[in-house]
């Protein structure tokens, strides 16, 4: 019987009854129950039925014959419309709703899209209805409704005819188009994107949704967190939406919003190119360089050489868009043009195919362009190197012997002992000439070299040197780290060779071979002792390091006094009392580190008690960074001269310096500073109590 | 887009001192293997099996001194060597045996390769630095008996001989020597007359090697400096310059032509092997492994045009074997 009511297209009829009952206010849930049968009768009948369905129910036939009744009623009401009688088209409406919230957009707009397509070609009336019946969707119902629209309709025109203002009268609608589409899904096809952006372009009320849409859509592509954590295809959409809409824009619009185009473009592009990933890099190039083109039309614009434009305009489906994209990206890049004809990606293969051919004239050449003329050596020499440093002209050279010239120090120590004031002095004065990697270090590392190799000479020449004329900041500082480094390395054991991890000693017994050389008597009478020794137990035995004098020692006092002698005395291109405090607090601090490393020395006592007067003469200083140098020289004396040195020679100087701390504890304003201080008291305190 | 160089199919290593020598024989049927024979500074000369990159002999005739020149003798048992001994050494090496057949003293102290040069069955003429010091003296082997010696006039100048090729423009026909000479000269010898034919200056330093294709009559040689000279031989048997290829780094050991006749290798001290084509001198390649001297580069003798090989030795003790141009 349902089959007979549908075959005779009683549904229409149904639904028109229906609007007519509407305009003169019938029973809401009367109205509900039908809208629902109407709706959800193939999933009713299927219920019932269960396999003995006949087809006609089946949603896929189901609902475009629904489609046609509601292109019937339609038709029906336009025709009353156009006699002056007054119906409702909401049911319809709900209808559309409902169907589309259901799922079924696809079935039931294969008909009606195309239906109301030709019908409102050229009818107002009907393009009337059509905006009417789209308005009438429930809120709830509306985004699937536009979806549905969108997704179906074949140009942005027909879109505009279809659903009219509907974006600037419903929040919801507009809130779909503008946002949702754009900025929180990405699946749709290119084509959906021109559909939406033409369709705000094409009516002046909606074009200013359309620069919003546009600033919006900039203001994303450009935001470093949204290029670093969205997949590249959303980024490749929103580029797409973005290339759309500069091409729907005209020039009075772009004028009004040109500095924020500029401001976001340049923003996006710098993130772009931050990105690691190619493409991602790619997109922001391209973009960048329409969007540049676009706002600047005669001034200088952005050019990038984008040669993987082709994959990007090959994901762009359908030969018109593609001229339509290619005719606002200005590039003069040939590839553009060459990408939707012919898919020709040139590989190196290719010309591998060349190869079959019989002459001498045909084989291809290699790449040779790394063929170049050999680098030259670094010279062997030092004083050649010295000569290269001061004289030479040749850059390759000049390069070659900076990096090498530390190991050649090194490794000849005696040569190098020769020349060291002159090395040390070349050193001091170099400038980078041309731009190496980590030129800086490789010149501290020659000069800390030279001056472990010939410590005395070279150090009296640096201290010297720190305090005399003419001389930059970055040289006096350059003296002190080089002062430090050395003394570092110079008071640090060497360890001779590597340290073996022995195993337990066997038990059996060793043959001492034969040997007349005195210099094994030693391990004679080791092993001898060894293995008469009986162990009871035997732990892993502990690594030393090799013991060896104290290289520091001998030199301390030429690295130390001579820093400290001439302080107080100002030249007058540097004045260490007064603007210079920066290097001030660097040589505090080098003196802090050198009296540390002192430890053990001779000449320990004499640097405290030097130190401690220094320290004294300075303790107000205005500058924190001095301050905390200070203290820190203080916890070295502390640490390195020998409690009875300290308390047989330094005892009044020792006491004020205890006054004086306590009040730094409590006092300076510097937070570091305090902290220091009460380090430094509890040193002393523990001091004390170990006599 | 031009595609980056190859790299070497193989490496050879475990030769242990620097080559400066390479001679391929890759004729035989299965079950002969391909094999390379090298020569080192430390007196050994290894025959390296091709299938397995493996040293199969090594060959002590030189008394740890440097070996400077292989070549083949009638097949791969029967090899000659020329080393700093003063000494070539011709062995046997069928069947496994190692031992040296016969020697010449050469009494020689120069770094000149010998060349050799098939006449007949069984016997060969081969061309050597004499012990006078611009003389060349030329052999027949292996009967050893002296064919003549070719001494430059008086007053020439040439200083000693360099590098020596022995050919003739078809069997049987008169054999010549090409030679080139510490001045820089290349000088065309007849032998049977004795005579110097022709002298042509081609490199202001010392001729370090050449190579010859009697087909086109066209020859290339290199010396310490930066150009290749290439020379040609009229009808009148006079050499003359035909071009000179300019280098990027100066030095070349070793300059060798591919027996078809399409591309040439020669080995630089800039640590490189260049390709040319040898019909118009057109640069094809650069190929850059080694890191020491390159001292000689060899073609090889397959059949097979796809199989050829090239291999070169250098000072960083390892032979590379490239596989380069094949499928022309």
């Not at chain 2, 000689?296 to 097979?304: A, E, G």
């Amino acid at each position: 019987v349902l089959e007979q009511f549908l075959q005779e297209g009683r549904v229409s009829a149904l639904m028109w009854e229906v609007c007519q009952q509407q305009a003169q206010a019938g029973s809401p849930e009367l109205q509900e129950a039908l809208l629902t049968k109407l709706v959800c009768l193939p999933d009713h009948v299927s219920n019932a039925l269960q396999g003995k369905n006949p087809p006609v129910f089946f949603p896929q036939n189901y609902f475009p014959l629904l489609g046609d009744a509601v292109i019937q009623v339609l038709q029906k009401i336009s025709d009353s419309l156009r006699d002056g009688m007054d119906c409702s088209i909401s049911f319809v409406s709900h209808v559309l709703g409902k169907v589309c919230i259901q799922g079924r957009q696809k079935e039931i707009l294969s008909v009606l899209v195309p239906r109301l397509t030709d019908l409102t070609k050229s009818d107002c009336i009907w393009q009337r209805i059509c905006w009417r019946l789209v308005e009438c969707v429930p809120d709830r119902w509306m985004e699937a409704v536009v979806l549905g629209f969108v997704q179906r309709a074949p140009g942005a025109d027909v879109l505009s005819r279809l659903l009219g203002n509907l974006v600037v009268k419903n929040k919801k609608a507009q809130f779909v188009v503008t946002q949702k589409v754009l900025l929180l899904q990405y699946g749709h096809t290119t084509a959906v994107l021109q559909n939406i952006l033409g369709y705000l372009s094409l009516d002046s009320l909606r074009r200013a949704l359309l620069i919003k849409v546009l600033q919006e859509l900039l203001e994303t592509w450009g935001s470093s967190s949204a290029v670093k954590h969205s997949p590249p295809e959303q980024q490749q959409y929103i580029s797409k939406a973005i290339l759309i809409c500069l091409s729907h824009l005209k020039e009075p619009e772009i004028e009004s919003c040109r500095q924020e185009l500029l401001t976001s473009m340049m923003e996006g592009v710098k993130c772009h190119l931050d990105s690691n990933l190619p493409q991602i890099r790619h997109l922001g190039m391209i973009v960048a360089e329409s969007v540049s083109s676009k706002i600047n039309t005669d001034g200088p614009v952005l050019k990038f050489e984008v040669k993987l434009i082709m994959k990007f305009m090959s994901g762009v489906e359908g030969l018109e868009e593609i001229k339509a994209l290619n005719q606002m990206i200005h590039y003069t890049n040939p590839f553009v043009h060459i990408a939707g004809e012919e898919k020709t990606i040139c590989t190196p293969w290719t010309n591998s195919c060349l190869y079959f051919f019989c002459s001498d004239d045909d084989l291809i050449p290699y790449d040779m362009s790394e063929d170049k003329e050999l680098k030259t050596k670094a010279p062997v020499y030092i004083r050649d190197c010295i000569e290269v440093l001061t004289g030479s002209e040749d850059v390759d050279k000049w390069e070659a012997t900076v990096k090498a010239l530390e190991s050649l120090i090194r490794k000849n120590p005696a040569a190098s002992r020769e020349v060291s004031v002159e090395l040390a002095k070349v050193l001091l004065h170099l400038e980078e000439k041309t731009c190496i990697e980590g030129f800086v270090e490789l010149r501290q590392r020659a000069q800390v070299a030279v001056l472990t190799t010939d410590p005395v000479p070279v150090a009296k020449y640096l201290t010297s040197q720190f305090y005399s004329l003419n001389y930059s900041l970055r040289q006096r500082v350059d003296i002190l780290d080089v002062l430090v480094l050395a003394a570092q390395e110079l008071s640090y054991p060497k360890s001779h060779g590597k340290t073996k991890h022995s195993s337990a000693p066997k038990p059996c017994i060793q043959i001492i071979p034969e040997s007349d050389s005195p210099k094994d008597w030693r391990r004679v009478v080791d092993e001898r002792i060894k293995s008469k020794t009986r162990r009871f137990a035997t732990s892993q035995p502990q690594v030393e390091l090799a013991s060896s004098p104290n290289a520091f020692s001998s030199v301390a006092g030429h690295f130390f006094f001579p820093l400290i002698q001439h302080f107080d005395r100002p030249l007058t291109t540097f004045d260490l009392l007064g603007e210079d405090h920066f290097v001030l607090g660097r040589l505090v601090h080098t003196l802090a580190v050198l009296m540390y490393l002192a430890v053990n020395t001779v000449a320990v006592a004499a640097m405290g008690k030097a130190l401690l007067e220094f320290v004294w003469a300075l303790r107000f200083h205005t500058d924190s960074y001095v301050r905390q140098g200070l203290l820190s020289c203080i916890s070295s004396i502390l640490l390195s001269v020998p409690v009875e040195r300290l308390l047989e020679d330094m005892t009044e100087e020792l006491l004020e310096t205890q006054s004086w701390l306590g009040d730094v504890m409590e006092k300076d304003p510097d937070g570091e500073c305090r902290r220091l201080a009460l380090q430094t008291l509890l040193l002393m305190e523990n001091l004390k109590k170990k006599l | 887009m031009a595609l980056p160089p190859p790299d070497p199919q193989f490496v050879l290593r475990g030769t242990g001192a620097a080559v400066h020598t390479l001679h391929f024989s890759c004729v035989g049927q299965e079950p002969d293997v391909p094999i390379l024979f090298s020569g080192s500074e430390n007196g050994f000369i290894h025959v390296w099996n091709l299938k397995t990159h493996r040293v199969d002999m090594g060959l002590d005739g030189h008394g740890r001194k440097s070996v400077y020149y292989v070549e083949t003798m009638g097949g791969k048992d029967g090899l000659l060597s020329q080393g700093r001994d003063q000494r070539i050494c011709l062995w046997d090496l069928a069947e496994g045996r190692t031992s040296v057949t016969d020697s010449v003293f050469t009494e020689n102290v120069g770094f000149c390769r010998c060349s050799l040069l098939k006449v007949a069955q069984g016997r060969w003429l081969m061309a050597m630095a004499a012990k006078a010091l611009e003389e060349v003296q030329v052999l027949e082997l292996p009967s050893k008996t002296s064919v003549c010696t070719l001494k430059p006039e008086v007053g020439a100048k040439l200083g000693m001989p360099m590098c020596l090729k022995l050919w003739q423009v078809d069997c049987g026909s008169q054999p010549l020597l090409l030679a080139g000479y510490e001045d820089g000269s290349v000088v065309l010898w007849n032998l049977s007359t004795q005579k110097a034919l022709s002298q042509l200056v081609c490199h202001q330093e010392p001729v370090m090697s050449l190579d010859f294709d009697s087909e086109k009559a066209k020859g290339i040689s290199g010396s310490s400096e930066k150009v290749l000279s290439i020379w040609s031989l009229n009808e009148q048997q006079n050499l003359q310059v035909y071009k000179i290829h300019k280098l990027v780094n100066p030095g070349i050991s070793d300059v060798t032509i591919r027996p078809d006749k399409k591309i040439l290798a020669t080995a630089g001290w800039d640590h490189r092997i260049r390709i040319f084509g040898w019909k118009k001198m057109k640069p094809l390649a650069v190929l850059d492994y080694h890191t020491a001297t390159v001292h000689c580069v060899s073609f090889s003798d397959h059949k097979n045009p796809r199989e050829r090989l090239l291999a070169a030795g250098s000072k960083d003790h390892r032979i590379s074997i490239w596989s380069i141009y094949t499928q022309t």
